[in-house]
């Protein structure tokens, strides 16, 4: 389809123009197709660059060390590639932060304090210390809805469960990131959180009917277009109402995922929704996408079917094959793959990549922005806005040392997607040096109420990949089945607390004291302690229902 390069999102001059041709048809063959990957750019910078260099993708997502000088001497000496990279991550906070940079609120905080100027200072601050590292795509804001309140892959990342709350954020976070010279992407097109499945593991469906759909997701989409988000992600979520109004006798087709799906791509968000930027597939290496069909197939259907950006490979080599044989035989026409290649080339021009004086990353530069202490109050002030009190029947909140000395805490760390086991939370540390006579519990401890003052429940589970579910597993936290079964908040004031997802309640409707803070960052520990000791308000608003529709929580 005819690509306007001057329309939003590109906005490009008659130069910039000149260079997207230009460039263009200077690729051989080869190289226009390897310009339609994003990879995974993980380990050494050294490795990193060698892979780069040989393979020549679109661009990279980099899962970052904490080493600033490292990770800006790698961009620096991929600087000089024929063309320029696409440089990407996941901006979505708390401990999707960079590790060199602020450690700021998730997405589902700041819709607790749900105010658009901190939103607004905080995608700032992170989209200026991305670009002072290099990066330049961010795959942010998640525009996903909280609806299926047992999904574990929405969680945290959504700004909740109402329309209107959702759209005031990510608007402003798309227009803070690109005003900073950050692409933004909203995802997961066309929208997930109906259903509590993992499209890590499966095929997703959006269930909605068009109306329903039209007046939530389609909203949403419409909004962040015309806002001027320059890409969309793809993902492996189908739209069964979209295709059986096109063809009632649709059979399996209903639930094709979008990222092979033409009419989803190609007839709804770009033909009825209008997007003219680039549409990237959501990771290639998930179930959602491979229990569709054999890799030969579906990789390919990844561009044939209205992609530009084929995102991660576990074989790039074996995948640019797979491509380059489907030109052969006809399948992916030529005019597609330039149809594409040109998006990502004016995706960059928009960018400025193109620019000879384009800025480039300094190590003095970011080491300022990583310790600028405006910037640290700005995440300070608003991290303290986020802890949510959800419920206190006994009024057992403020804490104190003089109040409740002894405390007991069950505590099993912060569960994170890539780390190989649970990170230790510092809440209780933090307590001993409040004063408190701190146990944390081991399964199989013996325990008297007779010995403490209160029980302290720490939960830190924030989204997480290829976990079906997030619930309070009682048997895993006791070590026992008979400990499963045991509940002190009878015999002992009671204090749960979720840094990361906010529906316990449904699992322990009975605690007298709950309290969310969505993120289990040091920063949101910190603020948390602050809040119970009573030192700081509970500011945050819930922006999902933390009762899960259930009064039984609330007593």
């Given at each position: 389809m005819?690509?306007?390069?001057?329309?939003?999102?590109?906005?490009?001059?008659n130069?910039a123009?000149?260079?997207?041709?230009?460039t263009?048809?200077?690729l051989?063959?080869?190289?226009?197709l390897?310009?339609?990957?994003?990879?995974?750019?993980?380990?050494?910078?050294?490795?990193?660059s060698?892979a780069v260099?040989?393979?020549k993708?679109?661009?990279?997502?980099r899962v970052?060390?904490a080493?600033?000088?490292?990770?800006?001497d790698?961009?620096?000496?991929?600087a000089?590639?024929?063309?320029?990279?696409?440089?990407?991550a996941?901006?979505?906070?708390?401990?999707?932060?960079?590790p060199f940079?602020?450690?700021?609120?998730?997405?589902?905080g700041l819709a607790?304090?749900?105010?658009?100027e901190?939103?607004?200072?905080?995608?700032?601050?992170m989209?200026?210390e991305a670009?002072a590292?290099?990066?330049?795509?961010s795959?942010?804001?998640?525009?996903?809805?909280?609806?299926a309140w047992r999904?574990?892959?929405v969680?945290?990342?959504s700004?909740?469960?109402?329309?209107e709350r959702?759209?005031?954020?990510?608007l402003a976070?798309?227009?803070?990131f690109?005003?900073?010279?950050?692409?933004a992407?909203?995802?997961?097109w066309?929208?997930?959180?109906?259903?509590?499945?993992d499209?890590?593991?499966?095929?997703?469906?959006?269930?909605?009917?068009?109306d329903?759909?039209e007046?939530s997701?389609?909203?949403l989409?419409?909004?962040?277009?015309?806002?001027?988000?320059m890409?969309?992600m793809?993902?492996?979520?189908?739209?069964?109402a979209?295709?059986?109004?096109?063809?009632?006798?649709?059979?399996?087709?209903?639930?094709?995922?979008a990222?092979?799906?033409?009419i989803?791509?190609?007839?709804?968000?770009?033909?009825?929704l209008g997007?003219?930027?680039?549409?990237?597939s959501?990771a290639?290496?998930?179930a959602?996408l491979?229990?569709?069909?054999?890799?030969?197939?579906?990789?390919?259907?990844?561009?044939?079917?209205?992609?530009?950006?084929?995102?991660?490979s576990?074989?790039?080599?074996?995948?640019l094959m797979r491509?380059?044989?489907?030109v052969?035989?006809?399948?992916?026409a030529?005019?597609?793959v330039?149809?594409?290649?040109?998006?990502v080339l004016?995706?960059k021009a928009?960018?400025?990549?193109?620019k000879a004086?384009?800025?480039?990353p300094n190590l003095?530069?970011a080491q300022?922005l990583m310790?600028d202490?405006?910037?640290?109050?700005t995440?300070?002030?608003?991290?303290?806005?986020?802890?949510?009190?959800?419920?206190?029947?006994?009024n057992i909140l403020?804490?104190?040392?003089t109040?409740y000395?002894?405390?007991?805490?069950?505590?099993?760390?912060?569960?994170?997607?890539?780390a190989?086991?649970?990170?230790?939370?510092?809440?209780?540390?933090r307590?001993?040096?409040?004063?408190?006579d701190?146990?944390?519990?081991?399964?199989?401890m013996?325990i008297?109420?007779?010995d403490?003052?209160?029980?302290?429940y720490?939960f830190?589970e924030?989204?997480?990949?290829?976990r079906?579910?997030?619930?309070?597993d009682?048997?895993?936290?006791?070590g026992?089945?008979f400990?499963?079964?045991t509940r002190y908040?009878?015999d002992?004031?009671?204090?749960?607390?979720?840094?990361?997802?906010?529906?316990?309640?449904?699992?322990?409707?009975r605690?007298?004291?709950?309290?969310?803070a969505?993120g289990s960052?040091?920063a949101?520990?910190?603020a948390?302690?602050?809040?119970i000791?009573?030192?700081?308000?509970f500011?945050g608003?819930s922006?999902?229902?933390?009762f899960?529709?259930s009064?039984?929580?609330?007593?």
């Amino acid at each position: 389809m005819a690509i306007d390069l001057y329309a939003r999102p590109f906005h490009l001059d008659n130069e910039a123009i000149a260079w997207v041709h230009t460039t263009r048809e200077a690729l051989s063959p080869r190289d226009r197709l390897a310009q339609l990957f994003v990879l995974l750019a993980r380990g050494e910078p050294e490795r990193v660059s060698e892979a780069v260099r040989s393979f020549k993708p679109g661009g990279i997502t980099r899962v970052y060390s904490a080493d600033l000088e490292a990770e800006i001497d790698l961009v620096q000496s991929l600087a000089d590639t024929n063309v320029p990279l696409l440089i990407s991550a996941d901006l979505e906070g708390s401990r999707m932060s960079l590790p060199f940079g602020s450690s700021v609120p998730n997405p589902l905080g700041l819709a607790a304090v749900d105010d658009v100027e901190a939103t607004t200072a905080i995608a700032t601050i992170m989209a200026q210390e991305a670009r002072a590292v290099g990066l330049n795509w961010s795959f942010t804001p998640v525009i996903d809805i909280n609806a299926a309140w047992r999904s574990a892959i929405v969680g945290t990342r959504s700004f909740g469960s109402e329309v209107e709350r959702i759209e005031r954020h990510a608007l402003a976070q798309i227009a803070a990131f690109e005003a900073h010279g950050v692409a933004a992407t909203v995802k997961h097109w066309p929208g997930e959180g109906y259903d509590d499945r993992d499209q890590h593991l499966v095929t997703t469906i959006n269930p909605l009917n068009m109306d329903a759909w039209e007046k939530s997701f389609g909203w949403l989409y419409r909004r962040a277009i015309a806002e001027g988000v320059m890409s969309v992600m793809s993902a492996h979520i189908a739209l069964p109402a979209f295709a059986r109004a096109l063809d009632p006798q649709a059979g399996a087709e209903a639930f094709r995922p979008a990222s092979v799906s033409r009419i989803l791509n190609h007839d709804l968000l770009r033909r009825e929704l209008g997007f003219n930027g680039l549409i990237v597939s959501d990771a290639t290496p998930m179930a959602g996408l491979n229990d569709w069909g054999p890799r030969d197939v579906v990789l390919p259907e990844v561009i044939i079917s209205g992609c530009d950006v084929i995102l991660f490979s576990d074989d790039p080599n074996a995948d640019l094959m797979r491509l380059v044989k489907a030109v052969a035989d006809g399948r992916l026409a030529q005019e597609r793959v330039d149809e594409a290649v040109t998006r990502v080339l004016a995706f960059k021009a928009a960018l400025g990549l193109h620019k000879a004086d384009r800025p480039r990353p300094n190590l003095e530069v970011a080491q300022r922005l990583m310790a600028d202490e405006q910037n640290a109050i700005t995440v300070r002030n608003a991290t303290a806005r986020v802890p949510t009190l959800v419920k206190d029947v006994r009024n057992i909140l403020p804490l104190s040392p003089t109040k409740y000395g002894r405390l007991l805490v069950f505590s099993p760390g912060a569960v994170m997607p890539f780390a190989p086991a649970p990170v230790r939370l510092s809440v209780p540390e933090r307590l001993i040096i409040e004063g408190f006579d701190v146990t944390v519990y081991e399964p199989g401890m013996s325990i008297s109420p007779r010995d403490f003052d209160l029980v302290l429940y720490l939960f830190a589970e924030e989204t997480l990949l290829t976990r079906s579910r997030i619930f309070l597993d009682w048997h895993k936290l006791t070590g026992s089945v008979f400990g499963a079964m045991t509940r002190y908040w009878h015999d002992l004031p009671t204090l749960m607390i979720s840094f990361g997802y906010p529906y316990y309640l449904y699992d322990a409707p009975r605690v007298p004291a709950y309290v969310n803070a969505y993120g289990s960052n040091e920063a949101m520990q910190a603020a948390v302690v602050e809040a119970i000791m009573g030192r700081q308000p509970f500011s945050g608003t819930s922006p999902v229902d933390p009762f899960v529709g259930s009064d039984q929580g609330r007593y």
